[in-house]
């Protein structure tokens, strides 16, 4: 199975704070890897599919980056609404496998 | 409105049974593939199982196999999870997640139900 490893597992950060999360795989996923949020006690929504592209309607201060290993989110100006944990997954094999997360705090 | 709604967990005792359902409403079903993804309280995302358009390929994870079996009806436009022999450690709110037949998707998990909850206990 790939493993995918998050960090870190929470933060704390103050509204309009630069904010970025990485994922590692443990193997070469080239693209395959999609970014979803979760805000307390709702489901999973898709930010960020194929590393890198947006999902319409998904505010533009959200962008993921990286291929192969190495992936990062970046929030460039963190909003109230913002505050949720952050999952990697990634879509290359089976079983499609998750971060363990990552918590955004308000500082 | 793209929609999925989940139905049929609740409390059930170690070695029992439950079906899961979900209903999809606002695109074509039989075009999307889908995916079983559960959640334990307090922990991460957990992906369960796979079923494209016409049942021609089912994948399980390790947890699942032998024990639970998903399937899909495209006239009714519903997803299923059979789950049998159930644990405590099942214990988990289940999701149904939409999965768009395409490559230029990666195989991401685009729509995700509201979920259902699932507690096996005594």
């Known amino acids: 199975d790939i493993q995918m490893t998050q960090s870190p597992s929470s933060l704390s950060a103050s509204v309009g704070d630069r904010v970025t999360i990485t994922c590692r795989a443990s193997q070469n996923i080239y693209s395959f890897l999609n970014w979803y949020q979760q805000k307390s006690g709702k489901a999973p929504e898709l930010l960020i599919f194929g590393a890198s592209s947006l999902l319409s309607g998904v505010p533009s201060r959200f962008s993921g980056s990286g291929s192969g290993t190495d992936f990062a989110l970046t929030i460039s100006s963190l909003q109230p609404e913002d505050f949720a944990t952050y999952y990697c997954q990634q879509s290359y094999d089976t079983p499609r496998t998750f971060g363990q997360g990552t918590r955004v705090e308000i500082k | 409105e793209v929609k999925l709604v989940e139905s049929g967990g609740g409390l059930v005792q170690p070695g029992g049974s439950l079906r899961l359902s979900c209903a999809a409403s606002g695109f074509t079903f039989s075009s999307y593939e889908f995916n079983w993804v559960r959640q334990a309280p307090g922990k991460g995302l957990e992906w369960l199982s796979f079923i494209t358009t016409t049942d021609s390929t089912i994948l399980y994870a390790d947890s699942a196999k032998g024990r639970f079996t998903i399937s899909r009806d495209n006239a009714k436009n519903s997803l299923y999870l059979q789950m049998n022999s159930l644990r405590a450690e099942d214990t988990a709110v289940y999701y149904c997640?939409?999965?768009?037949?395409?490559?230029?998707?990666?195989?991401?998990?685009?729509?995700w139900g509201q979920g259902t909850m699932v507690t096996v206990s005594s």
């Open positions: 997640v939409r999965e768009p037949y395409s490559t230029d998707w990666y195989n991401t998990f685009d729509v």
